[in-house]
């Protein structure tokens, strides 16, 4: 079952930067591990996924670089920046804070 894209879109800065703590990496090399990673629940679009990392960019929660990929391909490699990692860990306490209220409230009666 594929996820609501507008869920996604909620969640996406997140999962990119959880993506590049494991290490740098290019634009459709991050979509391809989301959408692995998830099995195939997440699919991220060239549409999202670049408006993200320039917002990312922006807010300087990563660094880029012009790099060649693994099929030597020339490419923008994004790295996870200090203020990054500072980011996600507060983007990842914030989630945790509604999947648990969310979950209270589908417990209820």
């Not at 959880?18 to 990673?37: Q, V």
Request: aromatic letters at 8%.
């Amino acid at each position: 079952m594929a996820t609501n894209p507008e869920f996604l879109k909620g969640t996406l800065d997140m999962l990119i930067l959880r993506t590049l703590c494991r290490s740098p990496n290019h634009g459709y090399g991050i979509a391809l591990h989301i959408r692995r990673t998830s099995q195939d629940a997440f699919k991220v679009g060239e549409g999202s996924l670049y408006p993200a990392l320039q917002r990312l960019l922006v807010n300087g929660w990563v660094q880029a670089e012009w790099g060649v990929t693994d099929t030597n391909r020339k490419a923008r490699v994004y790295q996870i920046t200090p203020e990054g990692r500072k980011q996600l860990a507060d983007e990842v306490r914030e989630f945790g804070f509604v999947l648990a209220t969310i979950a209270r409230i589908m417990e209820s009666e």
